[in-house]
């Protein structure tokens, strides 16, 4: 759970809380409750708090938070929640960045923000861009992303951006759905019931959104740009073939201790893509 957790409370109503998420199945019972409680501006607020995550809906929706990267990122009902898988993401930009000042980063299908905030905290003096097609998310990332200095814009993918980026872009970084539609069903309810579908769904195998990022970024990177995208360990092989018929040279870069798999590709006069397992 969080490292931005308070203390362990002292209020006699700990334990009562502790039980009721215990037995509602919260795997982390004392550690939500410590948040529920440190959260709760009087005991009918908690008990509000409570009722709503025993009814299953997702800790970071109730308390308006979660942890990323060390960021604290508001994340509104009705917002995808940040994995902590994508965490890996963002290590692997930062792996492909240049560090340069006006480096141009774009987090494109950003939700709350949170890739995208990431980011900016570690390139300061990059020029970082966030988009999304749900107006509740872009909501969401402006208060995560535009008090640093970022720009969030909404629309449809690349449509969403500004037309002067296009050739500019040095780190195109993604988390769009890769979800196969038959396997929405086999979600953790949380996810199903209080995620926007669009955020989850990927079409039929998963990766209709994902294919459009590829054939997308060729026009939008700059000379030597990377493109970067989470997806599964299983459809990883399929998009480096899709990137190389877009003339992409792509690599796949996996993290064993977060689950995580990020494919990396860059166009293929540029220079290759670093990194290694992690």
């Not at 995808?80 to 141009?104: H, K």
């Not at 509740?136 to 640093?148: D, E, I, K, L, M």
């Not at 759905?177 to 998963?206: F, K, N, Q, S, W």
Request: with cysteine; hydrophobic share 45%; net charge negative.
């Amino acid at each position: 759970m969080s490292s931005l957790s308070s203390p362990l409370p002292s209020s006699p109503t700990f334990p009562h809380v502790v039980r009721r998420l215990r037995a509602a199945g919260c795997v982390f019972a004392e550690d939500e409750a410590r948040l529920l409680v440190g959260a709760a501006r009087s005991a009918a607020e908690l008990a509000a708090m409570v009722d709503c995550r025993v009814a299953g809906k997702p800790l970071e929706h109730i308390l308006g938070w979660t942890e990323f990267c060390g960021l604290k990122i508001a994340v509104e009902a009705g917002v995808f929640v940040p994995r902590r898988r994508t965490e890996f993401l963002v290590r692997q930009a930062l792996d492909q960045a240049g560090g340069r000042p006006g480096e141009v980063v774009v987090d494109l299908c950003c939700g709350s923000g949170a890739v995208a905030a990431a980011l900016l905290a570690a390139l300061p003096d990059a020029e970082v861009h966030a988009a999304d097609l749900e107006p509740a998310a872009v909501r969401c990332a402006r208060r995560n992303v535009s008090a640093g200095g970022g720009f969030v814009h909404e629309g449809d993918l690349f449509a969403a951006l500004p037309g002067a980026l296009r050739g500019r872009v040095d780190l195109l970084v993604v988390n769009a759905p890769y979800v196969p539609t038959d396997a929405i069903g086999l979600m953790p309810p949380e996810a199903r019931e209080h995620e926007p579908r669009l955020a989850l769904d990927g079409g039929t195998d998963g990766l209709d959104v994902l294919r459009r990022v590829v054939v997308g970024a060729p026009s939008w990177l700059a000379p030597g740009g990377r493109l970067l995208f989470e997806t599964s360990a299983q459809q990883a092989p399929s998009l480096v073939d899709a990137a190389a018929r877009t003339g992409l040279i792509a690599r796949i870069a996996v993290s064993d201790e977060l689950a995580a798999t990020v494919v990396v590709a860059v166009p293929l006069a540029g220079d290759p893509p670093t990194s290694d397992r992690q």
